[in-house]
């Protein structure tokens, strides 16, 4: 069994299906080393186990809304696109989403997945209850008091069966594309460019003095869309682009300034084509928002070397929060997402030359993409991993859910 962009082989001794509550409380129970798939969009070993990989293929799929609450609860194994047409088709709406539908709301938030927009936080940011199983077997709800502490988990508290999450009434988004920003008008703009929309993607190859694409995202009645030809030197697109330059724009939500549910438009891929490119590795470094231009230089100064193994980088904003393992807390946060061509070992040993280039700004790197995982030292990144590994060995004295991967980040 592989994950979705086949640079890894999953090796479970066994692999568990359960359809209710109780048979998961079992399964749980009785198993020694545990962990649990969401839709394997991850790109190292994080789901993985030598010992028993739960899948909720045949788990409950029923989405619950909770109108009077502003709350949706959602069951482990659904994908983001499944919920957001049924909120939609309600009324409602989440605040943000990643560049794809295709992956769990469970799993996507275990690793802090994010979209973009200076005031939008990741996506576990919407978390309003955790209900999970423990070590023993348990099934609980975390106290609220719990929340910043469990809602980036990376799976290493239990298995979450349902995630309760915040909902706002529905809204529509336009998107419009522009071509070729010169690189200075970037730097000198950077405030301007990245707050220009509800969500604002910076896509490079790094290839030359300009940026290919901006993708503006804005939120109909709050930003305006942008319209104009020129705008900081960029020119509006008139055909419709993919982020990947080479790969099929029919994949890519709908642009040109053209309103439509924030589910349309939020992500950068239709749910039922294939997002990005497919065969690739992806890597992302978070770093504080006022290091950005000193960072972007930094990258910039190595930018040839990049060239061979590029295929795009999106430039992002991620709000700060109080999640003690999110990629963006305690900070404002600006990111540098690298989509690889799937050569592993030349990929690795650029890593080295960026996370060399980025070190100065305390970059963390995505906790579900492909990094060189003995370069970090995560109890300096973050303030509170001391405290959440003190708080995951409460639930999980015998470390049933920690797996080799999360054994090197020193769990
Ligand atoms: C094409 C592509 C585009 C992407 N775009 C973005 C993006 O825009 N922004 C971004 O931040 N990331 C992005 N990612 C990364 C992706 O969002 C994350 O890797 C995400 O965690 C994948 O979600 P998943 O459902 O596939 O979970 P998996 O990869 O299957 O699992 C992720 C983690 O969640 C845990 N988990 C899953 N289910 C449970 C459960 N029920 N209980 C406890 N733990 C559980 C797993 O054990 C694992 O630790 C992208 C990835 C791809 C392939």
Redesign the pocket.
């Given at each position: 069994m592989k994950?979705?962009?086949g640079n890894i082989e999953y090796r479970p001794a066994e692999i568990a299906r359960p359809s209710s509550i109780s048979e998961l409380q079992k399964v749980v129970a009785d198993s020694s080393n545990v962990?649990?798939?969401?839709?394997?969009?991850?790109?190292n070993t994080?789901?993985?186990t030598d010992g028993t990989l739960?899948a909720?293929s045949e788990f409950d799929k029923n989405i619950e809304i909770d109108s009077s609450k502003m709350l949706v609860r959602v069951p482990?194994?659904v994908?983001y696109g499944e919920v957001a047409p049924k909120l939609h088709a309600n009324g409602f709406a989440l605040r943000n989403?990643?560049?794809?539908p295709?992956?769990?709301?469970?799993?996507?938030?275990?690793?802090?997945?994010?979209?973009?927009g200076v005031g939008n936080k990741?996506?576990s940011g919407s978390i309003a209850e955790i209900e999970?199983i423990t070590a023993t077997g348990d099934a609980i709800t975390l106290d609220q008091s719990e929340l910043p502490a469990a809602r980036v988990?990376?799976?290493?508290?239990?298995?979450?069966?349902h995630l309760t999450l915040d909902i706002v009434p529905t809204y529509d988004v336009a998107q419009t594309v522009y071509f070729d920003l010169p690189f200075v008008q970037l730097i000198s703009n950077l405030d301007a460019i990245l707050s220009a929309g509800y969500s604002v993607s910076v896509l490079s190859m790094w290839g030359d003095e300009f940026v290919d694409q901006v993708w503006v995202k804005s939120k109909i009645g709050t930003n305006p869309v942008l319209t104009q030809n020129e705008w900081f030197g960029a020119k509006l697109a008139t055909r419709k682009s993919n982020p990947i330059r080479e790969a099929d724009s029919a994949a890519a939500t709908e642009q040109f300034g053209l309103p439509g549910p924030w589910f349309e438009r939020l992500?950068?891929?239709k749910l039922d084509f294939?997002?990005?490119?497919?065969e690739?590795l992806?890597t992302?470094y978070f770093i504080d928002r006022k290091d950005a231009p000193a960072a972007l230089n930094a990258i910039y100064k190595i930018r040839e070397e990049l060239s061979e193994l590029i295929m795009v980088c999106?430039m992002?904003t991620v709000a700060q929060d109080e999640n003690w393992l999110s990629?963006a807390y305690g900070r404002e946060t600006f990111?540098f997402?690298f989509?690889w061509r799937p050569n592993i070992p030349a990929v690795e040993k650029l890593l080295l030359k960026i996370e060399a280039s980025l070190e100065p700004f305390k970059a963390r790197p995505?906790?579900?993409?492909v990094f060189t995982n003995n370069a970090f030292d995560f109890s300096s990144l973050y303030p509170k991993f001391n405290s959440f590994l003190t708080y995951r060995g409460t639930y999980d004295p015998s470390r049933k859910?920690v797996?080799k991967l999360l054994e090197t980040w020193g769990f």
């Open positions: 994950n979705w962009s962990r649990a798939y969401g839709s394997g969009h991850s790109f994080l789901a993985d739960i909720f482990a194994g994908r989403m990643g560049s794809l295709h992956i769990t709301v469970v799993g996507a938030t275990s690793t802090g997945t994010h979209g973009s990741n996506l999970l988990a990376l799976g290493s508290i239990g298995i979450i069966h992500p950068h891929f294939t997002p990005s490119f497919g690739e992806q992302e999106e992002r990629e990111v997402h989509t995505h906790w579900g993409k859910f797996n």
